[in-house]
């Protein structure tokens, strides 16, 4: 079977071709051989991607589809849907990371060979990763809806939970046959796991509002919160990210043993394929199903359970679960959904493990849950809750919370909890917090309070409370709120500090404001060129950010290079060849609608380029680094080179302007492009400063460590 069964909609036309999506739609009206549409919509038509191909080919639009956008697309246009295509790709990868020579066997002749003789060599594999199925081919497949079940009576034993992968059937795997063959070859090109890191990524950046994803940078900090652990437990688990994080315990013997639960049987199979692709030695059972009302894994006693559960949600089994035994520490209220994901994560750890729940803010202080946080304290189960800056987890706007729990041994005679606070962390602009200085400030308070069971003061950042002076009527467990301000003489040195930096900023940017410029006269015409003609003239190279990081450099995001600032981001390690900024390049955000390009300097050089980001790196014998990025910023050449969908701008880079000038006038220009950004640079220092200044000017005032004089 070829691939005509694989469709692809305008904008991955546009993407294979490097084009925007309007030169599509003129494609669409200009020829007449142009391939009909086979599917989609009547705003949102599909087409054979195979007739696509030849059609450009022919056209001279297009010499190889690369290896990455040929399988991408096949996953995206795959008539089942792209999560089956994934299920299917994933599947096929265990297969050759386990057993290479039974593909080459089974991938040999026709498509329907294929079909035919593979779902007996993925049970050979899928069976000791995920346990048995209930039978090749049958039971419900990943991605359906459950079948509706009366809720289980808590007393009721719990019947043994399938497997959240199961064998897909030859029927199945038939309309896949093209998309595996192509998955395999890029798995020779980058290796298996990376290869479903890399489809798994684009599928989730192409369905952004579909999922609540777990930042790579939090799921560190929390992993490393929890320990090593030998057996771990995510009962919300999205796409594993979580449990991807967890360190082995070296100094246990036997594999590992990873326990994930999502109430989106999806999101369940993705994740049990990720982690086996993650870690290959280690034991995956996973499965589908609420974990609050149809909990898979009743008897596990894990020695870390790492936990981001559903927010704010009023249907979680309140009802039918009122007699349910893991409310140990109180029956949580309707509103209290949260408390009943901690209760069941305290219920599933062993004597002495921990359990990191993430949680909202209002969860610390809610007075429909007082009873249950308290009870907590009492018998030590809660021993510390950490305040995020705002940006660490989606919602983005709000301060989130970690709670670290542990499983009570022996009661200590005057318990503590450890409260930290890391909103000084907080990014000035757009982009994400400081995560390494939130991961230094919350590891070191946890370690050194792990231990003794207390921690001196660090103002402003951390402390332990003892427990009797938190149970009070509210038992309200904020970190802010419990926290002791800076010192007078720390916050009035700190203000100056501030101020002075300010006042030479200022200065600064008076330096560097530009001077008027007389009367203008007609500009000269300048025969221009754009970026494509420059790349395919080899005056310029011109590459894109991928999805797959390492793990000692940071990563350059579209953010960063908005507002500015040093790297800040962060990838899923990967073997696929990262692109590292160097000195003169540029570089531009390709989303957003925004004007910019920014010239990489010293701050920014060495960090990986991140996703929806393009680098230029110009022959400086032929192109000026300055000149390119001056020009490129232009207001009417973005308008030009940008296509327009209903919720997102996308920049095609090859079609950006400049003017064919001699070197020494680029420079010139470059010149005078440098200074305006220095000026720009100015400017935002000053703004960042000012806005400094006026909240601790706020803070200082009000908690008394500035004089009103």
Not at 235 to 254: S, W
Not at 380 to 394: D, E, I, K, S, T
Not at 687 to 700: C, P
Request: with cysteine; net charge neutral; hydrophobic share 45%.
């Amino acid at each position: 079977m070829r691939d005509n069964a694989t469709e692809v909609t305008a904008a991955g036309i546009a993407r294979l071709a490097g084009v925007g999506r309007a030169a599509v739609s003129n494609w669409r009206r200009r020829h007449a051989d142009f391939p009909k549409p086979v599917g989609g919509t009547e705003t949102s038509p599909a087409f054979a991607l195979a007739e696509v191909e030849i059609w450009l080919r022919r056209q001279g639009k297009l010499a190889e589809v690369p290896l990455r956008e040929r399988v991408w697309q096949q996953v995206a246009g795959h008539p089942s849907g792209p999560v089956a295509a994934l299920v299917h790709a994933g599947c096929v990868l265990l297969l050759v990371h386990d057993r290479p020579t039974v593909w080459l066997d089974v991938g040999a002749g026709s498509d329907e060979r294929l079909a035919a003789m593979l779902p007996g060599a993925l049970e050979q594999v899928l069976a000791p990763r995920f346990g048995p199925t209930a039978g090749t081919g049958r039971g419900r497949a990943a991605g359906a809806p459950d079948a509706a079940a009366p809720p289980r009576s808590p007393a009721a034993p719990a019947a043994p939970a399938a497997p959240a992968v199961r064998t897909p059937a030859g029927p199945e795997l038939l309309p896949s046959a093209p998309l595996l063959r192509g998955v395999v070859e890029l798995a020779a090109e980058l290796g298996a796991r990376q290869t479903f890191e890399f489809l798994l990524a684009r599928h989730l950046d192409a369905n952004p509002r579909q999922y609540t994803l777990t930042p790579a940078e939090l799921a560190r900090l929390m992993a490393d919160l929890a320990g090593p652990a030998r057996t771990a437990l995510d009962p919300a688990c999205g796409t594993g990210a979580l449990l991807a994080a967890v360190a082995p315990d070296p100094r246990r013997d036997g594999g590992r043993e990873l326990y994930a639960q999502d109430a989106a049987p999806d999101l369940a199979a993705l994740t049990a394929l990720r982690l086996a692709l993650h870690a290959p030695a280690a034991r995956v059972r996973a499965a589908a199903g609420d974990s609050l009302r149809a909990d898979a894994h009743p008897g596990l006693r894990a020695d870390a359970v790492l936990c981001h559960p559903p927010f704010n949600e009023r249907e979680w089994g309140h009802d039918e679960l009122a007699y349910d035994p893991r409310w140990e520490y109180g029956f949580p209220a309707r509103t209290e959904s949260e408390l009943a994901w901690v209760q069941h994560a305290l219920a599933r750890l062993a004597d002495g493990g921990t359990a990191v729940v993430l949680m909202p803010p209002a969860a610390a202080s809610r007075r429909s849950g007082r009873r249950i946080r308290a009870d907590l304290l009492r018998r030590g189960a809660l021993r510390a809750v950490v305040a995020l800056p705002p940006g660490a987890a989606p919602p983005h706007s709000i301060p989130l919370h970690l709670w670290v729990l542990r499983r009570p041994g022996k009661p200590s005679a005057q318990p503590e909890l450890l409260l930290v606070d890391t909103g000084r962390f907080a990014a000035d602009g757009r982009g994400g917090p400081d995560w390494r200085g939130v991961r230094d400030a919350v590891l070191d308070a946890w370690h050194a309070f792990d231990g003794p069971g207390r921690l001196d003061e660090l103002p402003g950042l951390a402390r332990s409370v003892p427990v009797i002076d938190l149970l009070d009527d509210d038992v309200d467990l904020a970190p802010p709120r419990h926290l002791p301000p800076v010192s007078a003489t720390d916050g009035a040195e700190t203000l100056t500090a501030v101020r002075e930096r300010l006042d030479a900023t200022l200065r600064l940017a008076g330096d560097l404001a530009p001077t008027p410029a007389g009367p203008a006269g007609a500009p000269a015409p300048r025969p221009p060129t754009t970026v494509g003609e420059l790349a395919r003239g080899g005056a310029l190279s011109l590459r894109t950010g991928g999805t797959g990081g390492h793990a000692r450099l940071p990563v350059l995001t579209d953010q960063d290079v908005a507002a500015g600032t040093g790297p800040t981001g962060s990838l899923p390690e990967s073997d696929e060849e990262a692109v590292v900024t160097a000195p003169g390049d540029v570089v531009l955000p390709v989303l957003g609608g925004g004007s910019v390009a920014r010239v990489v300097d010293e701050t920014t050089a060495g960090a990986v380029l991140g996703r929806n980001l393009v680098l230029l790196r110009p022959d400086p014998t032929l192109l000026d680094p300055w000149f390119l990025a001056g020009f490129l910023r232009g207001t009417a050449n973005n308008r030009r080179a940008s296509s327009y969908a209903s919720t997102a701008t996308r920049l095609d880079v090859r079609r950006l302007q400049l003017p064919r000038l001699p070197l020494d006038e680029q420079r010139r220009y470059g010149a005078r492009f440098a200074a305006l950004d220095e000026f720009e640079r100015a400017l935002r220092g000053a703004a960042r400063l000012g806005e400094q200044l006026v909240r601790g000017m706020y803070d200082g005032l009000t908690n008394g460590t500035v004089p009103p004089g």
